[in-house]
Nanobody
Framework: QVQLVESGGGLVQAGGSLRLSCAAPGRTFSTYAMGWFRHALGQEREFVAS????????WYADSVEGRFTISRDNAKSTVYLQMNMLKPEDTAGYLC????????????????????WGQGTQVTVSS
């Protein structure tokens, strides 16, 4: 069982920034592809960004491309989501997810592809 713990959410004005963290303690963090998703009230869970095991390949939803940056620190078993130029439509619960995989260069964008999920951290952007 992999425990994922998100932090860093909060209330911010439009145009502001937040950095989310997701800690996954354990010696096997480098074997995970990691993803960030978000879930707004009344909507389906939505892909935000993902990061392959190799530490170089990343993917972003069109809605956040150029504003959000995903990164990972294998030494700290942590993945980050830097969110800049936030908009009210970014308001949602943000969840990180881990996929145990041997693939070095692939990180899925579909929620069912992930094996473990955190509880989420709320991000609220006011206009």
């Amino acid at each position: 069982q992999v425990q994922l713990v998100e932090s860093g959410g909060g209330l911010v004005q439009a145009g502001g920034s937040l950095r989310l963290s997701c800690a996954a303690p354990g010696r096997t963090f480098s074997t995970y592809a990691m993803g960030w998703f978000r879930h707004a009230l009344g909507q389906e869970r939505e892909f935000v960004a993902s990061f392959a095991r190799n530490g170089g390949n990343t993917w972003y939803a069109d809605s956040v491309e150029g504003r959000f940056t995903i990164s990972r620190d294998n030494a700290k078993s942590t993945v980050y989501l830097q969110m800049n130029m936030l908009k009210p439509e970014d308001t949602a619960g943000y969840l990180c997810a881990a996929r145990i995989t041997t693939a070095q260069t692939i990180a899925p964008m579909r929620p069912p592809s992930y094996d473990y999920w955190g509880q989420g951290t709320q991000v609220t952007v006011s206009s």
